[in-house]
């Protein structure tokens, strides 16, 4: 079992920057055996959407609406994922949500709320 615990959301003005944290803990040999993690978001009214994935050693990758704003990345001796945001837009506004899987099993945490307004 994992357990995802995201942090960092809030309201920012457009332009602005934010940096979202994903903290996995669980099994040492869960854990061990996580694969790629990622990062989704749901606005309100629409599907749950891809926004950026990193696998545990590699290249990332992307949703094109966040392409050249957006860094995702993981620092695995921490168990830990990051989402660098600059450049936000109104459009962003959405509960972002970690993700992870390992053999047989997807893991999401419970969300953070990232609001772009102004």
């Known amino acids: 079992q994992v357990q995802l615990v995201e942090s960092g959301g809030g309201l920012v003005q457009p332009g602005g920057s934010l940096r979202l944290s994903c903290v996995a803990s669980?099994?040492?040999?869960?854990?061990?055996?996580?694969?790629?993690m990622g990062w989704y978001r749901q606005a309100p009214g629409k599907e749950r959407e891809l926004v950026a994935t990193i696998p545990r050693g590699g290249s990332a990758n992307y949703a094109d609406s966040v392409k050249g704003r957006f860094t995702i990345s993981r620092d695995n001796a921490k168990n830990t994922m990051y989402l660098q945001m600059n450049n936000l837009k109104p459009e962003d506004t959405a509960v972002y949500y970690c993700?992870?899987?390992?053999?047989?099993?997807?893991?999401w945490g419970q969300g953070t709320q990232v609001t772009i307004s102004s």
């Open positions: 993700n992870t899987r390992t053999p047989g099993n997807v893991y």
């Open positions: 669980g099994s040492i040999f869960s854990l061990n055996v996580m694969g790629v």
